[in-house]
Structure formats: C-alpha cells, structure tokens
C-alpha cells in the first residue's frame, strides 16, 4: 500500500470490506490496515462501525475461528491461544468463550499424539536433556505445565 496515497470514504470501505471478508479479522488487525492507508481517525471510526454494522468484523467470530484453527492446525495449548488473542486486545470473555470451542477430550488427545510423536523423533540418550527438549516443545506450543509434567514422566522414566 502506498503511504501517501490518499482514498476516498468508498474506496476504504469497499477495500475494507474485501479485506474482512477474505478472512475473519479482529479490530487491531482492521485499525492498522487503515493506518497503513493513511486514514484518518475519524474515517477509520466511520469505517470500523460499518464493518461491525454490516456483519464484516464480529470480534467474538474471529475469536472463535481463531482457537478453532490454531488448535486443529498448529496444534497449539490453550495458553498459547489466550496468549495470542490477548495480544490482539480481545477481551477475557470473548477469549473464554473462544475455548469453549475446543473440545476437552479432544483437547487430550491431541496433546498426547502431539507429546508422543515429538517423543519419538527426539535424538538423545541423555533422559535429563530429552525431557528437557520435550518439556519445552510442549510450552512453546501452549500446553498447561501439569499437563506437560505428567506425560513426561510417563514417557521418560
């Protein structure tokens, strides 16, 4: 996008509206697409109420497509989605209500399958350093720690 070039009312909304209907989005992301316009506050006031009116940018959608995805996907923990959702200023309800879509029992399983097959593919004979490896792959990933603590000790004894 062009720092300095300037749009009108319609041409941000109708950009705004591909933008947002190309893929669920949440306010940061759609307020900094206008600053990259180079848009001006009230505009971009006028153009996110629009959205929101219209059904483009529903805040509590994003936040559940996002948990969805990023657990089927990436096979990520339930931290690691807080986590991410928080940095993009979505509030502590819609963030529990977006865990509700995640189903507990295949919440476990996925850990498991995900803990036993980096278990697997971890090269070293030194117990202390292969629980160390796969306790910190399941961290970065999100996984609570007692999760964690558990199936480490039930694989590497």
């Known amino acids: 996008m062009i720092k300095n070039a300037s749009f009108t009312f319609e041409e941000v909304r109708k950009k705004l509206e591909h933008y947002c209907s190309y893929q669920e989005r949440c306010h940061k992301e759609v307020d900094q ?3 990259q316009m180079n848009v001006i506050p009230l505009v971009r006031e006028e153009v996110i109420f629009h959205l929101m009116k219209h ?3 529903n805040e509590e959608r994003f936040a559940q497509s996002f948990a969805r995805g990023k657990f089927k996907i990436k096979k990520w923990g339930k931290i690691r989605i807080v986590r991410e959702l ?3 200023n979505i509030t502590a309800y819609t963030v529990k ?3 509700n879509e995640i189903n507990d029992e295949e919440y476990i399983d996925t850990f498991n399958l995900l803990a ?7 090269k070293e004979s030194n ?3 292969k629980r160390k490896k796969l306790t910190d792959y399941l961290l970065y990933r999100g996984w609570e720690s007692d999760l964690i603590y558990r199936k480490v000790q039930e694989l590497i004894s």
């Open 33 to 35: 697409k206008l600053l």
């Open 55 to 57: 059904d483009f940018l």
């Open 86 to 88: 928080q940095q993009r």
């Open 97 to 99: 209500s977006a865990l």
């Open 116 to 122: 036993e097959k980096k278990y697997h593919t971890i």
């Open 127 to 129: 117990i202390y350093k």
